[in-house]
């Protein structure tokens, strides 16, 4: 098929076509299985999968989800930015006091500190 269609107008399409046809002979007509046809007249939100969407000849839209600490829409599953606070560092060695203290002061606040210093009393 080269026309293309967005999916809500293919949808009304079809639902007008299917007042004249039956599954089958639409599923003759489209090319593809008439469970995907069914699921699309019947159900206002049904996506057909893209092999299906492609043989059709619809171009599916896609929500993205925003990034919750940037608000962007990233195409990889990992802010480019990387926006994303890192968590505190809250694990230290304490068989190399150097290195201990060295953690305590790049890696933690002054909460942190109080926090491990109340947990070291216990």
Not at 31 to 53: E, H
Not at 67 to 86: E, F, I, L
């Amino acid at each position: 098929m080269s026309i293309h269609y967005e999916l809500n107008g293919f949808r009304a399409k079809l639902r007008a076509e299917k007042q004249y046809h039956t599954y089958a002979n639409l599923a003759q007509l489209y090319g593809v299985n008439s469970y995907y046809l069914w699921n699309i007249v019947t159900f206002d939100d049904y996506q057909p999968p893209l092999k299906v969407a492609a043989a059709l000849g619809v171009v599916l839209m896609r929500p993205a989800p925003a990034c919750p600490n940037c608000g962007d829409v990233h195409t990889k599953k990992s802010c480019p930015m990387q926006c994303k606070p890192r968590p505190p560092r809250l694990a230290i060695r304490l068989d190399d006091p150097h290195s201990a203290a060295r953690s305590i002061k790049r890696h933690m606040t002054g909460d942190q500190i109080a926090a491990l210093v109340a947990a070291l009393e216990e």
